[in-house]
Structures are given as structure tokens and as C-alpha cells.
């Protein structure tokens, strides 16, 4: 398998306020979100990563997006580094997340083809998959209804094509399905498993099981900023009912 990503012992910590301390019922000023984590993606395949909230699985995320630096580490993205390479890192990655907030008077056409735009996408081929991508997703009746008047399972598929349009060959979604109706859940999971087959590499992060048994074809589970265990499906659940089971285990200390 030809590798694409390669996370190499990254580590960050942020500095809290004093309303943060209090949150996380702390009386440190430090907070370790990321410590020493590694694993590797490949071409054509989804990778999970799996955690409880606060784990450290959207700072990893958005160190491998190259929207925050590691402290320590690097991480490669088709030999490239996003410590040192980051604008070269970024035209082959497309990133979505629930923090990507489109302003609500720009309609869908007009913001597809702004993002075409900005990535010097040639004006034919960037018209050819927006008509693609618009009838996939079902925005072709709204390409001209402002982000604000949209559902928001709409405003969701509308971030996902704008977060794609370069094509780009990783591909990485922060709780894709978080918030969303079924109907729209599915589309963007058969999505991504359409990608997939295409030979993209997909990284997904997720609190939910089901989402991770359905789509993953490995995982990597992170706890406390630690990655606990990386490998398939099969073989991480091994002999236990569910990933849930397995999960709590080594939650609870029942697991190595």
C-alpha cells in the first residue's frame, strides 16, 4: 500500500485562561491536547480516528491541515512537511469541519466558484465537476439561494463541495455526520466511501462507533491525547461483541 500521510510523534499543548482552568477543572495553565502520536494512512483507504470529546482528535486533525503547528513532531503528507511545507501540503489536502462557517449571503455558485478560483482551478474543469458535485449533492435547485435561507443539511453538503473542489487526494473531515439528519448522513458516508474507491485517502475523527464500524478500514484510538491502538477492524475487536466493547475495556484498563 502506498503510504500518504504520516503523523511522526507530534505533540501540542495550549495555554488556558482562567474560564478554561475552570472548565476543565484544572489548576494548570497547560493543557496537553496532543503527546507523542503516530500512525500512518494509505491510498485508498478511510482512517478513523476514535476518541471520547476532548481526546485531542481535532488538534491532531488541524495539525495534519496545517492550521496549527505540532509543538514537536512532523507530519508528512505525500513527502511533504506541514511544519515546513505547508503551502505545498495544502493543495493536495481539502479539510472540512463544523468550524467552517460560510457567510450566509453568498449562494452556493457563487462560493464554489470563489474556491475555484483561489486554488487556480482552470474555469472549464472547475464548471465541469460543479455541475457534477451540485447534482450528487442535490444543490443544483439552490445554487442560487443564499447560505443563510438553506437547511442545514444543505449548508453542510454546500461546505463539503467547497471544501473538495481541487480534488484533492487526502481528504479529512472533522466528525462528518455530527448534527446531521439521517437522509443527509448518508450521502456524505456513501460519499466517502466513493472516494475511497476512487484511491483517495480519506481521515476521519469521530466519537461515534456505528460511523466507524460502517466506513473505517482501520482506526486509531485516541485517549487523552495518546494513541492507544492503530490497525483493522477485524483485528482490533478480535474475539469482543463490538468496537464499543473493546473501547471501554481500554477505558477501563481491561485491555493492552
Do not use: W
Amino acid at each position: 500500500m502506498e503510504k500518504t500521510v504520516s503523523v511522526q510523534n507530534i505533540s501540542k499543548t495550549f495555554t488556558l485562561s482562567k474560564k478554561q482552568m475552570k472548565i476543565e477543572k484544572s489548576n494548570s495553565k497547560k493543557k496537553v491536547a496532543v503527546n507523542g502520536l503516530s500512525f500512518d494512512a494509505y491510498r485508498g483507504e478511510i482512517f478513523g480516528l476514535l476518541g471520547p470529546n476532548g481526546a485531542g482528535k481535532t488538534t491532531t486533525l488541524r495539525c495534519i491541515s496545517t492550521l496549527i503547528k505540532p509543538d514537536s513532531g512532523d507530519i508528512l503528507i505525500d513527502n511533504y512537511s506541514v511544519v515546513k511545507e505547508e503551502e505545498k501540503v495544502r493543495s493536495s489536502i481539502g479539510f472540512l469541519t463544523s468550524d467552517l462557517k460560510l457567510e450566509d449571503f453568498f449562494t452556493p455558485n457563487y462560493l464554489y466558484d470563489y474556491f475555484s478560483k483561489l486554488h487556480g482551478i482552470d474555469p472549464e474543469v472547475s464548471e465541469a465537476r460543479k455541475e457534477k458535485m451540485f447534482q450528487r449533492f442535490g444543490i443544483d435547485k439552490f445554487r442560487e439561494v443564499k447560505v443563510g435561507e438553506l437547511s442545514t443539511g444543505m449548508r453542510q453538503k454546500v461546505q463539503l463541495v467547497v471544501s473538495i473542489v481541487h480534488n484533492p487526494e487526502v481528504i479529512i473531515f472533522d466528525e462528518p455526520t455530527n448534527g446531521l439528519d439521517v437522509l443527509t448522513a448518508r450521502a456524505v458516508t456513501d460519499y466517502l466511501k466513493e472516494l475511497r474507491n476512487e484511491g483517495k485517502t480519506i481521515i476521519v475523527s469521530t466519537h461515534i462507533f456505528s460511523l466507524v464500524e460502517k466506513i473505517c478500514d482501520r482506526v486509531g484510538i485516541i485517549i487523552e491525547g495518546k494513541l492507544k491502538v492503530v490497525d483493522t477492524l477485524s483485528k482490533i475487536i478480535g474475539d469482543k461483541l463490538s468496537l464499543e466493547d473493546y473501547f471501554f475495556d481500554l477505558v477501563e484498563g481491561g485491555s493492552n
